[in-house]
């Protein structure tokens, strides 16, 4: 999260400032930039744009048990608790 700030914000401020404030050092934030995404963040990626496309052709009307559901119908595996974990990260919830 602290690097996350640093990136966006190190046109704006010196990065070796911003990680003296936030009590990190300059030699993690470059090691966190040169460092590949992993394959949870990927498919978590993938998974949420799947998510999205689910609750889109449902007419936003979908939660998390039938957006669950319509993934298993299309074949892919994934659990209940990671579909409404992913859909609250990213403010996706059926209507009322």
């Known amino acids: 999260m602290r690097f996350c700030f640093i990136e966006d914000n190190r046109r704006v401020y010196p990065v070796r400032l911003i990680c003296a404030v936030l009590e990190v050092s300059a030699s993690g934030y470059y090691a966190w930039r040169g460092r590949p995404e992993s394959a949870r963040v990927v498919a978590d990626r993938d998974l949420t744009g799947r ?46």
Do not use: E, F, W
């Not at 609750?55 to 990671?82: E, K, T």
């Open 51 to 96: 998510i999205r496309h689910v609750h889109a052709d449902n007419r936003a009307v979908y939660g998390s048990p039938h957006v669950h559901a319509a993934l298993c119908a299309q074949g892919q595996r994934v659990g209940v608790n990671r579909v409404a974990c992913l859909m609250r990260h990213h403010g996706i919830q059926g209507r009322y």
